[in-house]
């Protein structure tokens, strides 16, 4: 067993682990003058509880979680589709110590956005890592909509040099998980992604805590070329398939163009019956 | 799990997966399919408007004689009238006054003249017989309707109208027209049967005179006129051999007839010649026993001699004369004898023929009875016939009476809707699942995990099923409805409160 599975169990026979109670929890602020990246991660098998010094906490109303499908906040049966997903990532990953991933499908509206934020939030219930979910489709920015968020500024502003990167993470409420959205809609997504601001920002995410979990929320692969910049830099790819949606055709168009890529499996997302 | 079971898993999901995803489409196809045959039924298709007309047939039941001709003929009748006035002059005629049909050239008049005859209808209504006999008791047609239909409610009626008079009319017409040609034909039958009658008779009459005497009612008197004859041919036998007798006495001079004279001594005696006969035999005899002076030879001698003298025969002169007479008596006897016998012949020949004469006899008799009874029926039918005639001329007999008068139809009549909306049901079923198969056989997105992986061969690290949000969950089955309900309750509710305000 993993040093990582026995610390999941060691937490859950201390505090019983509850999705819902997760949830519920708020922690409060970061005292500020802290980065983001200065999160001090504590190595102990107990609950990790990161203060947030330049980290945004805005919390998120648990109704509006609910009603967008985030399934933490869900019923059990789905949050345990999740941790399924979760425990095969972290079998084909995170063993070969490795700690980033790029969520993407063949067409939009086939549940990327919304698998990776479940995803995240399940690995965030492992109480010894934290996650980063990146918002990286800047051309039509949807993640900080799934947590009630408004217009506010992200990558994008990031990477343009109109924010600093404390101004654009936010911890929605939740332990050990913080987001970046992708901020203002903008078309030169591509090569926004392949500048050397973001090549910077991806290293100093995966290098800097060797706890820390990213998750990349990228655009479709038919309809973007985002993904293949991305995926030079992450360590694994999880496509999403919509059952009954997602032609033959695009999902074989997906994996040749992902030929090279480390793509690790797929989900059949919104599966009827 | 065997293979087997597995297949048969997945068909069922398969079978469960097409009826959920194809559902909707089934049913907005058929939805689709059976309105536009609703609307097809109800604008669409040709209006059709029925005028029909009730006719009663009657006095089909008078008496035995007259059911004989008119129960049992009505239904011919009215075939036969059908199909005279069906004929092609005649539905021109009438789609020429009422300007039914196209009928500028050969093809649109042929055309008319088949959607005219598929529009008039004839239907027959049956009912029991007045004449409860259970020998009687059967169906009989006592009335008809007779309907025509078309597009405009007018014309259908004046149509109707016309076809029903023309019906009656035409009644008339084939009555008249069938007790003729019945009249006729036994006309022509009575005729027949008096030339075979008479041919008969005459033969009967030429074969009685042929065989006038042989016939059974002369046997009687044939065997009477045999027994006649046989007396009378004995008597002349009798003579013949008397004669014959006599001459073998003349012949010799005692003659041979001595046994004769012996024998019939009483007719000798009283017959000179007999007995001169009689004692020349007796005196041969004497002789051959006696000499010439016996007593009784000199006796005998002596007493011919007296007889001789006595008869004036005198040696073989006389008896010369005595031989021709008896000759002359014998000649006529012989013949009257062989008359008698041929007589007698003929009387037995008819006699022997008088079985056969029978038969020969009733055979043309019972032909010439058979013939004259032919005629007496033929007559007798002809005789009916005219009588049957006589009481349809006084309108007694069947009579066609429009009983309902055709009347303009209000509603369109169309039996045809139902038919289109089965179709309808049908067709709508059958697009329904037909785009079903070809949207699923159309439809190459991936729908299981089996799928995707036997695709991508890569694994499926999870399946996430259909998460519905609070609102979609709201918005979807009877929740939507509940929803409305109360926006419209609201909507009301609002709408009464204005009104009380202003």
Request: one cysteine or more; glycine letters at 6%.
């Amino acid at each position: 067993m993993s040093r990582l599975k026995k610390a999941l169990e060691k937490a859950k026979k201390d505090r019983g682990d509850s999705a819902v109670d997760l949830a519920n929890r708020i922690d409060p602020a970061p005292p500020p003058g802290e980065g983001v990246l200065s999160v001090v991660p504590q190595r102990e098998y107990r609950p990790f509880k990161p203060e947030y010094s330049c980290t945004q906490v805005v919390p998120c109303d648990p109704d509006a979680l609910r009603s967008n499908r985030v399934v933490a906040v869900c019923t059990e049966d789905e949050a345990n589709k999740m941790k399924i997903l979760r425990t095969q990532i972290m079998n084909l990953i995170m063993e070969q110590g490795k700690n980033s991933f790029l969520v993407t499908s063949a067409n939009p509206g086939e549940g990327k956005t919304l698998t990776s934020i479940n995803l995240a939030i399940s690995f965030s219930h492992q109480l010894n890592k934290t996650v980063l979910l990146v918002d990286t489709d800047i051309r039509k920015p949807t993640l900080h909509k799934f947590f009630g968020l408004g217009d506010r500024p992200g990558l994008s502003d990031y990477l343009i040099g109109k924010a600093r990167i404390q101004d654009v993470l936010i911890n929605p409420g939740l332990d050990r998980f913080v987001i970046l959205p992708g901020g203002r809609p903008l078309t030169n997504s591509t090569e926004l992604l392949a500048s050397p601001r973001m090549t910077f920002l991806l290293n100093e995410m995966k290098q800097r805590y060797d706890n820390r979990f990213i998750i990349f929320d990228s655009a479709p692969v038919l309809t973007s070329a985002d993904p293949m910049v991305l995926s030079n830099h992450v360590d694994g790819i999880l496509i999403v398939v919509e059952a009954e949606k997602t032609k033959r055709e695009d999902v074989k168009k997906v994996l040749e163009v992902m030929r090279d890529k480390p793509v690790i499996g797929t989900v059949l997302n919104k599966l009827v019956g | 799990m065997p293979r087997r079971e597995q297949s048969e898993i997945y068909d069922v999901n398969f079978l469960k997966g097409f009826i959920r995803r194809r559902k909707k489409l089934f049913f907005v196809v058929s939805s689709v399919i059976f309105g536009a045959s609703v609307l097809f039924a109800s604008f669409f298709a040709a209006k059709v408007y029925v005028s029909s007309a009730t006719i009663l047939v009657e006095g089909k039941s008078s008496d035995d004689v007259r059911k004989g001709l008119t129960a049992g003929h009505i239904e011919e009748r009215l075939q036969s009238i059908t199909q005279q006035l069906l004929s092609r002059d005649k539905l021109l005629e009438i789609i020429r006054q009422y300007d039914l049909y196209d009928t500028k050239d050969q093809t649109s008049a042929e055309n008319a003249i088949r959607t005219m005859k598929e529009n008039i209808l004839v239907r027959t209504i049956k009912a029991d017989d007045l004449d409860k006999r259970p020998s009687l008791a059967r169906l009989v047609t006592v009335a008809f309707t007779l309907s025509f239909q078309g597009k405009d409610p007018e014309t259908v009626q004046k149509v109707a109208s016309r076809l029903a008079s023309l019906y009656v009319e035409k009644n008339e017409q084939v009555k008249d027209q069938m007790i003729a040609q019945k009249t006729a034909v036994l006309e022509q039958k009575l005729q027949q049967t008096k030339e075979e009658a008479d041919i008969l008779g005459t033969k009967l009459s030429d074969f009685k005179r042929q065989n006038a005497g042989g016939l059974p009612e002369s046997i009687p008197m044939n065997l009477e006129q045999i027994y006649r004859l046989n007396a009378q041919l004995d008597e002349v036998n009798n003579k013949i051999n008397a004669l014959e007798d006599r001459g073998r006495s003349a012949e010799g001079p005692f003659g041979a007839s001595g046994v004769q004279a012996s024998a019939g001594s009483g007719q000798a005696a009283s017959d000179p010649w007999a007995r001169l006969a009689q004692l020349r035999m007796q005196l041969q005899n004497l002789r051959a026993r006696y000499s010439e002076k016996h007593p009784d030879v000199i006796k005998t001698r002596s007493e011919i001699q007296q007889l001789e003298g006595i008869l004036g025969v005198s040696g073989e002169q006389g008896n010369k004369a005595a031989s021709n007479a008896r000759e002359s008596e014998l000649k006529k006897y012989v013949k009257q004898r062989d008359d008698i016998q041929k007589r007698l012949a003929e009387l037995t020949r008819r006699n022997q023929m008088g079985p056969m004469i029978q038969t020969e006899l009733n055979r043309l008799s019972a032909d010439y009875d058979n013939a004259m009874k032919q005629y007496a029926d033929a007559r007798m039918k002809l005789s009916e016939t005219k009588a049957m005639k006589e009481i349809d001329e006084t309108l007694l007999g069947d009579r066609f009476i429009i009983i309902d008068q055709p009347i303009v139809p209000q509603k369109p009549d169309n039996p045809r809707h139902a038919k289109i909306l089965l179709a309808g049901i049908f067709l709508s079923l059958f697009c329904g699942l037909f785009a079903s198969i070809l949207a699923e056989n159309l439809d190459n997105s991936i729908k299981s995990a089996d799928h995707l992986q036997r695709i991508t061969k890569l694994p499926v690290l999870t399946i996430v099923p259909l998460m519905k949000s609070d609102e979609e969950k709201a918005a979807s089955g009877h929740k939507q409805m509940v929803r409305i309900l109360e926006d419209l309750k609201r909507r009301a509710q609002r709408v009464v409160s204005k009104g009380q305000g202003s």
